[in-house]
């Protein structure tokens, strides 16, 4: 596939001439057409200049991870487990999840999907995330080969109920107002606070849709806030424990809390008995440390993904464990353990900033509110930002998977840049802008469908829990993301890491694009899991890490199913069964869908004699070139990108895909009509010619000329998946 001054010629062929009067057809060429066919989606991937290189990445995991969790959840796990020592331990065991966690993604993203490429079997690193894992660990039921999955329409649905930033929306919005007004002691309406959190998700979503980069930088800029802002609790620590900060109206020093919190009688004396609330304390857990996945959903914008993805991933997710860890000592530092407990005195993080920024004036800790409120409504607006980024590009890939309505607005990438503005000013009205500022720069088609969903998903379930309280709709939501999508899903992903290992990896399939054509299988089917992962994973650390994220996640999806009893009950503001649940329901949703899907397929067959046709067509390049020259300055390489004497390196990444969805007559609707019975038994004219074609065509001969045309069609399911 050529590629000139970074448009892709989808019909061209070095081996066969093209006829000069026949212009070749472009990869533009398809965007242009895609827009008017409904049945075809074309994406390509990010040019490399806006690829995401290793701060990005690291920023994705820290901006997600570091959301509100890290104030919240300590009063969540000292209350479930009325253990200083216990709680501690819980944080630490998080620590090791979140490890495990990351290396199953890392495992997973390395190696999954695999195809036959060239004659030797690889894996090709896309987005996707869970949804790509899910469908080759489980690949039955479906309907077809590779075509519509159970287990794809199960987290697709779920993730597009409960896989947004509804939860940090509310919460954010409570916290601006609580900066704002600290005297007004929380009592804010439910209007005023839905209202903001509006607010806040539309204008996530449009910068996404409207700067790719703009995203990525802010995304960048409130991680590194981020990071300051732990940073700045273990100080006001060490100047607490060194009597450095005095209560401005007594002069006396805060007191250090350290040796009575760590205390036997503390620690471990009154712990709590009961499962519900260990089981609570450890969801809590969960969702602290939940989004290091969040680098696996856009893990084809990735530059040089197979080197880039790891490092930055395990740096990132060990810098964040080791500052939560961190964090909550200094929580046990600073603030007693009966506060702690004490949901009427605040969160433990609000009255950390209390007992230290808040002693230094006088106005009753009014200073010490307003600063953990406005650091607390930063750290929300970040996990939106990297939410919306990231849970875009997932929904995009469910999509893409046909059994969602209207699946072309949702998948189709489309140019409402900010790039296209500067153009458009700089054409039509002559202006010109510095570099930093050129068209080129940032003009990218984002998925702008996808945030619709995104966004729409959010609106929904910001005014469905207008009823309850900001804090309880943010428990609400925050508990059944974390239960259902981290929980559920992390559970049968940790399983699938097993179960691959004991029952060997499906047989990849052969994939023949224009450049890289079916050859003769050049080695053996790789037939065990630990031959796949040679070299990017050791199998020790591979069995190690699921299992103990496989026991992490499976404790939690059944002790939420526990009645909690005593102190734990009295704290609850809301049904303790609603989380888990309405997470099931959202389960169950996606089961009644698939079943849906079959019977409308099933029913378009037997009444309108069509069947349901997907067809993908993929196209990959070498991830870089370490020699050589390119021709131009696009995003390709290779055959893709003009370089002459390049030297392939860093294994094959996905270019761009065009999909192909609709509903095309079986063969007796098509032999049925009188027109067809006149072709089958010559025309007027007596021409038998005709007969051949009505039989032979098929939805993909209209594509001629591009990659459908070059490939062929298989109507059994995705060809070359």
């Known amino acids: 596939m050529a590629q000139n001054d970074g448009v892709f010629d989808e019909g061209f062929d070095p081996q066969t001439p093209t006829p000069a009067a026949e212009p070749r057809r472009t990869l533009l060429d398809e965007l242009d057409e895609s827009t008017t066919d409904p049945n075809k989606i074309v994406n390509k991937a990010p040019k490399e200049q806006f690829r995401l290189n290793y701060l990005d990445v690291g920023c994705l995991v820290i901006n997600r991870m570091i959301g509100t969790g890290i104030f919240n959840s300590p009063q969540t796990v000292m209350i479930g487990t009325n253990s200083t020592g216990m709680s501690l331990i819980f944080w630490v065991f998080g620590l090791f999840y979140a490890m495990a966690g990351a290396h199953v993604y890392v495992e997973y993203g390395l190696n999954v999907p695999r195809y036959i490429i060239d004659g030797v079997e690889q894996s090709v690193p896309r987005s996707g995330g869970d949804l790509n894992y899910l469908q080759y660990i489980f690949p039955r ?17 779920s993730f597009i109920c409960v896989g947004n930033m509804a939860g940090n929306c509310i919460i954010c919005a409570l916290r601006i ?80 809390e350290w040796g009575d919190n760590t205390s036997r009688a503390t620690a471990f004396g009154q712990a709590s008995d009961e499962a519900n609330g260990y089981g609570q304390a450890f969801l809590a857990i969960i969702f ?31 810098i964040v464990s080791l500052f939560y860890v961190a964090v909550n000592i200094c929580y046990m530092v600073v603030v007693p353990a009966e506060l702690q407990t004490d949901q009427k005195s605040g ?125 309880d709709a ?27 290992r004991v029952r060997g990896p499906p047989l990849s399939d052969e994939v023949s694009t224009q450049h890289h054509p079916a050859v003769q299988t050049k080695q053996p089917p790789v037939t065990s899991w630990k031959a796949m992962t040679k070299g990017t994973v050791r199998p020790w650390l591979s069995i190690t890490s699921a299992i103990i994220y ?42 009644v869908w698939y079943l849906g899907f079959l019977v409308r397929v099933n029913r378009r067959r037997r009444n309108k004699k069509e069947e349901f046709v997907y067809e993908r067509s993929l196209e ?102």
Not at 476 to 500: E, R, T, W
Request: charged fraction near 15%.
């Open 141 to 157: 039921p479906r309907y077809r080969k590779d075509t519509v999955l159970l287990i794809g329409c199960l987290y697709g649905i």
């Open 177 to 256: 107002l609580q900066a704002a007004h600290p005297e007004r002691d929380g009592d804010f309406s439910n209007g005023e606070v839905r209202g903001i959190a509006l607010g806040i998700a539309v204008f996530a979503c449009f910068i996404h849709a409207f700067s790719r980069r703009g995203g990525i930088w802010l995304n960048n800029v409130l991680a590194l806030i981020k990071i300051g802002i732990l940073l700045l609790i273990i100080v006001a620590t060490c100047a607490v424990a060194g009597q450095a900060f005095h209560r401005a109206d007594t002069g006396a020093a805060v007191v250090n």
């Open 288 to 318: 602290a440390f939940s989004g290091f996945e969040q680098p696996n959903y856009v893990l084809g914008e990735i530059k040089r993904p197979r080197k880039t993805f790891p490092i930055a991933m395990f740096t990132s997710v060990a």
């Open 347 to 471: 969160s433990v993080a609000q009255q950390f900033f209390k007992m230290t920024f808040g002693a230094l004036s006088n106005n009753e800790g009014v200073t010490g509110l307003r600063v953990f409120n406005a650091f607390l409504a930063i750290s929300s607006f970040g996990n939106i930002v990297v939410m919306t980024y990231t849970a875009a590009r997932m929904k995009q890939e469910i999509a893409k998977q046909g059994f969602l309505p209207w699946p072309k607005f949702f998948a189709q990438n489309k140019d409402v840049s900010l790039g296209r503005l500067l153009q458009w000013l700089q054409h039509r009205r002559g202006l010109k802008f510095l570099r930093f500022l050129s068209p080129e720069q940032h003009k990218e088609r984002t998925p702008v469908g996808a945030l619709v969903l995104h966004m729409g998903s959010c609106i929904v379930l910001i005014f469905v829990t207008y009823s309850l309280s900001a804090g």
């Open 474 to 500: 943010y428990s609400l939501l925050a508990g059944m993301g974390a239960y259902l999508i981290n929980s559920i899903f992390g559970f049968l992903l940790a399983a699938g890491v097993l179960l691959l």
């Open 550 to 591: 496989l026991i992490g996640n499976g404790y939690c999806v059944v002790t939420n199913w526990v009645p909690p009893v005593g102190k734990f009950l009295s704290s609850k503001t809301i049904a303790w069964y609603l989380t888990p649940m309405i997470s099931w329901c959202i389960f169950l949703v996606g089961s």
């Open 620 to 721: 990959f390049d070498w991830a870089e070139y370490t020699t050589g020259s390119k021709d131009d300055g696009s995003s390709g390489s290779g055959e893709q990108g003009g370089v002459t004497g390049g030297k392939k390196s860093g294994g094959l990444i996905l270019l761009h895909e065009t999909i192909y969805r609709a509903w095309r007559g079986t063969e007796m609707k098509v032999l049925g009509g009188s027109e067809a019975h006149h072709q089958m038994n010559g025309n007027e004219n007596g021409d038998l010619d005709t007969a051949s074609v009505a039989v032979a065509q098929t939805p993909m001969d209209e594509f001629a000329g591009t990659d459908f045309g070059n490939v062929g069609f298989n109507t059994s399911g995705v060809y070359g998946r």
